[in-house]
């Protein structure tokens, strides 16, 4: 089986700024580029938070940007997946959220939309346009008037570009209900190109794996928010 280039972390990131947040794993073979995400998330209860969600997309928006642009000149699929912490639009979050609460606010879903503006795809929404469901069902922060505390939001999203070929995707709670964790599962399916490239159409690897030590950090995503 082909072995991917991986990537781990930003580039130009210190080791103490990437807290296990993002990876990449390139399929030369098959055109396929596959990366996993899991955004800061916006808590007022830490100190600097914004400040470190803008630091965080300074770095993630020139990468996306060079990574996503290649992709679509050379016919590369091109797949981020995972906890995005922001739940797009009203539709993706319960009526009783708090627009102004982590996962909700304006410059959240502006991080977002820049994202998609790279040339992805939210799939879920693009497939099931008007569909309500929720991936996370955590402690966000509801209206204060609302007799309801308990807010859900759609915060784990796989985004495509056009060289994918959308097929199917499914939110599955049995995670949630069993309690293994606070999200449910997203499940995707499709199909990316098979053919191997020709010496006139070469792949561009993304950065390579900078240092082994940085996969020590993903013992830590537990303690992240």
Do not use: C, W
């Not at 056009?162 to 399916?189: L, R």
Request: proline letters at 8%; a negative charge; glycine letters at 4%.
């Amino acid at each position: 089986p082909e072995v991917p280039i991986a990537l781990h972390g930003l580039p130009g990131q210190d080791i103490e700024e990437q807290e296990a947040r993002f990876m990449a794993f390139s399929f030369p073979d098959h055109r396929t580029i596959i990366a996993g995400l899991y955004a800061p998330f916006n808590n007022p209860a830490i100190k600097d938070r914004v400040k470190h969600l803008e630091k965080f997309y300074n770095y993630l928006n020139p990468y996306l940007s060079t990574q996503t642009a290649t992709a679509r000149s050379r016919g590369t699929a091109y797949i981020i997946a995972g906890d995005f912490n922001v739940a797009p639009a009203d539709i993706d979050h319960t009526p009783n959220a708090d627009p102004d609460g982590a996962g909700s606010t304006a410059i959240e879903r502006k991080n977002f939309q820049n994202i998609l503006d790279f040339g992805l795809t939210d799939m879920f929404r693009q497939l099931h346009p008007t569909t309500v469901a929720y991936t996370a069902h955590a402690n966000f922060a509801a209206l204060p008037t609302h007799p309801n505390p308990f807010v859900q939001k759609r915060i784990d999203h796989v985004l495509v570009n056009e060289h994918v070929q959308q097929k199917s995707i499914v939110i599955d709670d049995t995670p949630y209900q069993d309690k293994i964790t606070d999200h449910s599962a997203v499940i995707a399916t499709f199909s990316v190109p098979n053919s191997k490239f020709t010496k006139d159409h070469q792949t561009q690897p993304i950065e390579p794996l900078t240092s082994t030590a940085h996969l020590s950090q993903t013992q830590n995503l537990s303690n992240l928010s």
